[in-house]
């Protein structure tokens, strides 16, 4: 079992950037494949980015067009979503997710472990 809990979450203007973190509960961080997915005021929730359990292989929302990048420290147990060239669509609560039992997951009923949730908000 693992506990997530993201941070870095804030208000910030078009065009700037922000990270993201999401530290893990546990002593098998790195036997978990992780997402980051994002919910938009009225909308469903979404995919945004995965890593598999090393950080060698990575996925992407076809929106996110190259601005996002996910990567992981296995070590410090977190990974990290760092989001550059941010749009005002992009404003949604962000939650990260872990599961143990895939190579890579992009579907939000894959994972099995979510965390709370950080609200970034992009102003125009």
């Known amino acids: 079992q693992v506990q997530l809990v993201e941070s870095g979450g804030g208000l910030v203007q078009a065009g700037g950037s922000l990270r993201l973190s999401c530290a893990a509960s546990?002593?098998?961080?790195?036997?978990?494949?992780m997402g980051w997915f994002r919910q938009a005021p009225g909308k469903e929730r979404e995919f945004v980015a995965a890593?598999?359990?090393?950080?060698?292989?990575?996925h992407y929302a076809d929106f996110v067009k190259a601005r996002f990048t996910i990567s992981r420290h296995n070590t410090k147990n977190t990974m990290y979503l760092q989001m550059n060239s941010l749009e005002p669509e992009d404003t949604a609560v962000y939650y990260c997710?872990?599961?143990?039992?895939?190579?890579?997951?992009?579907?939000?009923?894959?994972?099995?472990?979510w965390g709370q949730g950080t609200q970034v908000t992009v102003s125009s």
């Open positions: 997710a872990a599961e143990r039992d895939v190579f890579i997951a992009t579907m939000e009923d894959q994972y099995e472990y």
């Open positions: 546990g002593r098998t961080f790195s036997s978990y494949a």
């Open positions: 890593i598999n359990w090393s950080g060698g292989s990575t």
